[in-house]
């Protein structure tokens, strides 16, 4: 991918969980890159290995903000991953669910508009934009009925990215992202999943009655997506679904998960899924296909992966507590390696 070599690259929301792969996979593409992250939810520690190769903005999308730093650095791509990703919290709070993914949207691309109208704008979407399934994989073409004040957000933020690459020839493209998991996730299905196995190997409480489909996707394999569409996309406005194509079951997600904890716990079962959340999501893939999109990482490894991580996240914790509660000279030296290597 020779178009990121020496680019100059925006990645807003670039300190979170899926920023922080992507901003890892352009500095090895060689990429000059700038973060915008208020740090809300993100953190420091994920730009640890390329912290001295990112200029890091701590600020949030305010128009003020956001003019200010494109009207001081010229920049070739801008991938828009900022915002909020929680569909219970956006129930209970609509308002600033909205003026952080919608609102937040509008200003940078308004500000993209009088300021960088040569950049390329790659808007991370979600597939709550479609609402609940029929059983179907869902096309982009698809109806968008979203259940939850999030995937209304979501779909206002794409829908002004369209209409600023029709009205304004901007280029543009959104991709609806359905759920994406691995290293340096710490909320939602398979982090949930993971962390509660760890903590009770005899029980495992699962929400809903474990025949909710998802079509979870490796957070590289997402990366990889981004990169493709900005490099071969139309960015005409369009959207691209992102996932691994292979939709599963929570249930066989967890019993994945189990063996590969080597925990066999009673499954337990909420039966209810929740306000907002849909009980089928799985996308079909094609057009991203057509642009040479294939998940090289599988759900099997994938978990497997996330496991591997988890625990040695967990073991430094626990090595940073005991290194803690000593409170010796040695104990410190040990925490302050720990956090180096973090």
């Not at 190769?53 to 128009?63: M, P, Q, S």
């Not at 200010?68 to 900022?82: D, K």
């Amino acid at each position: 991918m020779s178009d990121f070599n020496g680019g100059s690259v925006l990645v807003t929301g670039g300190a979170g969980f899926i920023g922080s792969h992507l901003v890892e996979a352009l500095v090895r593409l060689g990429a000059e890159v700038t973060v915008l992250d208020n740090l809300s939810s993100g953190h420091l520690k994920n730009l640890v290995a390329v912290k001295h190769r990112v200029d890091l903005r701590t600020f949030d999308l305010k128009r003020e903000d956001i003019e200010s730093l494109l009207a001081s650095r010229n920049f070739e791509m801008i991938f828009h991953l900022a915002g909020h990703a929680d569909v219970p919290y956006s129930v209970q709070n609509p308002i600033q669910d909205f003026e952080k993914n919608a609102l937040g949207t509008l200003h940078l691309i308004e500000a993209i508009r009088h300021l960088q109208p040569q950049a390329k704008v790659l808007f991370a979407s979600s597939a709550a934009v479609y609402g609940d399934s029929s059983g179907n994989s869902f096309r982009e073409e698809d109806p968008t009925w979203p259940i939850a004040p999030y995937g209304v957000s979501k779909l206002t933020a794409e829908r002004y990215i369209d209409v600023y690459a029709r009205s304004y020839s901007l280029r543009t493209a959104s991709l609806r992202l359905f759920p994406v998991y691995g290293p340096r996730l710490s909320a939602h299905v398979v982090y949930d999943l993971i962390r509660k196995v760890f903590e009770n190997p005899h029980e495992l409480f699962i929400h809903g009655d474990g025949t909710q489909v998802r079509d979870f996707n490796y957070v590289t394999n997402a990366v990889e997506a981004f990169l493709l569409v900005a490099e071969r996309g139309r960015l005409r406005g369009e959207v691209y679904n992102v996932a691994a194509g292979e939709p599963m079951r929570i249930k066989d997600i967890a019993q994945l998960i189990c063996e590969g904890m080597s925990a066999a716990p009673r499954f337990i079962y909420s039966g209810n899924i929740g306000t907002g959340v849909s009980h089928q999501w799985s996308a079909d893939i094609s057009r991203l296909r057509n642009l040479g999109y294939h998940p090289r990482v599988g759900t099997a490894e994938g978990l497997a992966l996330t496991v591997a991580w988890f625990r040695q996240e967990m073991a430094v914790a626990e090595l940073r507590s005991s290194a803690l509660s000593e409170g010796s000279k040695e104990g410190k030296d040990l925490n302050g390696m720990l956090s180096t290597k973090q």
